[in-house]
């Protein structure tokens, strides 16, 4: 490990390079389907389930990842998860494309899926662990912005390989494993979390880890504020702990954060894109065109939030963003309740909800469960919570097929509309502003509050 100053930009993009690969992992199998429906001859209605399962494998293998990296991370440090995950994500890659059979497929579809679900939880947690406080909310959303860049580039690279050849879904899978190998080799050059050290009363570790992001003053200040806050509190470690009375609002604040964010159907959007195009006719049926114009404004806006998310703070982008995307769903409610849609009017608003969503509820959700919580339960809180946004996620995505045909588009749009709606009030009466302060400022403050 290199012992000079400590560029905390290099850190969080290193650490950041997790989301990429998540987001990569998370959408290549997209352009995978038609071809491995033809090798491992998934046809008729057993051939629909399993090509269901191979898709589906990856989230029940993260949401089992989701459970499993907070107290993993408690145990052996955030950094050997991190080490873990992208170990993980090498094998994945390697065994999805060298497979040669169904169940094969499958088990290597939810090693991805372990380490999607350790990633997107301790990539966070770590970067709020090691970030000063004015720069928190921009370093940590640059994994969010890793994870939009990631979908965007499983999506080109699936159409460059796609010429390839009878194998070409073994590429699309397979190039992964460069990224997936730069990140385990750049991971040996991060130091621990400073905050995990002192969980484990590593004093002297995390004193020079410090030292080497803040100089030697500031080091020594922040070390006696966490050794402070550790000492006061008596609130017991992991799962335990989160039953706290004094844990209890903060919990509500980060469940509700992880709902909102799904139940209002960013995910059922992007999977489904081409259906809801295809929905309000037009000619605006182009899905690659569509795909790269929705990718870019997802990857701008988050550069955006990035821009402004230690400035104005974590609330206004909140509120600004949600409204936008309520707004936006409420158009497209609106266009596909007419009689003749108007395709442009939903493309627009679709464009409207991906680009307000990642001003606020995208990266905003993943800075907040990042920085709420006390240091001894920050990690298991974001494996609950966490566990529950993929729940809610998967839950969502598997429904609106469904409320589509039997409810129709207006009501679907209509009912994430009112949902957007809900968020909102739910952020004005609950969600703190964290813009700033130390986290252990922060759980001074929050942990005073009264559930
Ligand atoms: C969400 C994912 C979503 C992604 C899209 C993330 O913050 O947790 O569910 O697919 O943003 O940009």
């Known amino acids: 490990m290199l012992q000079g100053k400590l560029n905390i930009a290099f850190v969080a993009l290193t650490v950041a390079i997790g989301g990429f690969l998540l987001g990569f992992d998370a959408t290549v199998i997209s352009g995978v389907v038609p071809f491995i429906k033809e090798y491992f001859s998934l046809s008729?209605?057993?051939?629909?389930?399993?090509?269901?399962?191979?898709?589906?494998?990856?989230?029940?293998?993260?949401?089992?990842?989701?459970?499993?990296?907070?107290?993993?991370?408690?145990?052996?440090?955030r950094r050997r998860v991190l080490l873990g995950t992208a170990l993980l994500f090498v094998l994945s890659s390697l065994l999805a494309a060298?497979?040669?059979?169904?169940?094969?497929f499958v088990v290597a579809r939810i090693v991805g899926g372990l380490a999607v679900g350790g990633a997107i939880l301790i990539a966070p947690v770590y970067i709020a662990e090691i970030a000063p406080a004015d720069k928190r909310g921009g370093l940590v959303s640059l994994n969010q912005l890793m994870i939009v860049i990631g979908i965007s580039a499983s999506f080109f690279s699936n159409y460059f390989l796609l010429d390839l050849g009878e194998h070409n879904w073994r590429y699309m899978l397979g190039v992964q494993m460069v990224p997936a190998v730069l990140y385990f080799t750049l991971l040996w050059f991060v130091p621990e979390s400073p905050r995990w050290l002192l969980l484990?009363?590593?004093?002297?570790?995390a004193l020079a880890v410090l030292r080497r992001v803040a100089g030697e003053q500031q080091a020594q200040e922040n070390l006696q504020q966490i050794q402070r806050s550790l000492n006061t509190k008596a609130v017991s470690r992991g799962f335990r702990g989160l039953l706290d009375s004094r844990v209890r609002l903060i919990m509500i604040v980060a469940l509700?954060?992880?709902?909102?964010?799904?139940?209002?159907?960013?995910?059922?959007?992007?999977?489904?894109?081409?259906?809801?195009?295809?929905?309000?006719?037009?000619?605006?049926?182009?899905?690659?065109?569509?795909?790269?114009?929705?990718?870019?404004?997802?990857?701008?806006?988050?550069?955006?939030?990035?821009?402004?998310i230690d400035k104005l703070g974590r609330k206004p982008l909140l509120l600004m963003g949600i409204a936008g995307m309520a707004l936006s769903l409420f158009a497209i409610s609106w266009a596909f309740g007419q009689e003749s849609y108007n395709a442009r009017l939903v493309l627009i608003a679709i464009i409207g909800f991906v680009a307000s969503f990642a001003i606020s509820l995208g990266p905003v959700m993943w800075v907040l469960l990042s920085e709420i919580f006390p240091n001894e339960q920050r990690a298991a809180a974001i494996s609950v919570a966490g566990f529950w946004n993929a729940l809610?996620?998967?839950?969502?995505?598997?429904?609106?097929?469904?409320?589509?045909?039997?409810?129709?588009?207006?009501?679907?749009?209509?009912?994430?509309?009112?949902?957007?709606?809900?968020?909102?009030?739910?952020?004005?009466?609950?969600?703190?502003?964290?813009?700033?302060?130390?986290?252990e400022q922060l759980e001074s403050d929050l942990m005073t509050a009264k559930a």
């Open 98 to 104: 060298t497979a040669t059979s169904f169940p094969s």
């Open 392 to 439: 809610v996620s998967a839950t969502v995505t598997m429904i609106f097929p469904w409320a589509l045909s039997t409810l129709s588009s207006s009501l679907t749009f209509l009912a994430f509309a009112l949902f957007a709606t809900a968020a909102l009030l739910f952020v004005v009466l609950l969600v703190p502003e964290t813009k700033g302060r130390t986290l």
């Open 44 to 77: 008729g209605a057993s051939g629909d389930l399993k090509l269901g399962f191979a898709v589906s494998s990856l989230g029940w293998g993260a949401m089992a990842g989701n459970a499993l990296a907070g107290p993993l991370s408690d145990r052996f440090g």
């Open 256 to 308: 509700g954060l992880a709902f909102f964010q799904q139940i209002t159907g960013i995910n059922a959007i992007f999977y489904y894109l081409p259906t809801i195009f295809a929905e309000a006719g037009g000619g605006v049926n182009d899905a690659f065109r569509q795909a790269v114009l929705v990718g870019v404004v997802n990857v701008l806006m988050t550069f955006v939030a990035i821009w402004l």
């Open 200 to 205: 484990k009363r590593r004093d002297e570790a």
